[in-house]
């Protein structure tokens, strides 16, 4: 099996957020915590603890993100 971008999920103190997904993004998201806890051999359990660590990666890999937040000194 390919390897996920995403690992184990840490558990940590989260920030409230509310938002709304599109219907699909939703479903992606039920369907990433299956493979995610089939892979991890660690259920997931709500899919929405997957949102954070997602932009988190997403975040980390934007070059043009890193760039900017060094050049403005964030």
Known sequence: MAKL???A???D????MSIELPAAVHRDLIAYAEVLGRETGQPVGEPAKLV???IERFMAT?????KARR???F
Do not use: E, N, S, T
């Open 5 to 7: 971008k995403l690992g």
């Open 9 to 11: 999920i840490a558990d």
């Open 13 to 16: 103190k989260p920030v409230k």
């Open 52 to 54: 954070a660590p997602m």
């Open 62 to 66: 934007d070059r043009a993100f890193a």
């Open 71 to 73: 050049i403005r000194q």
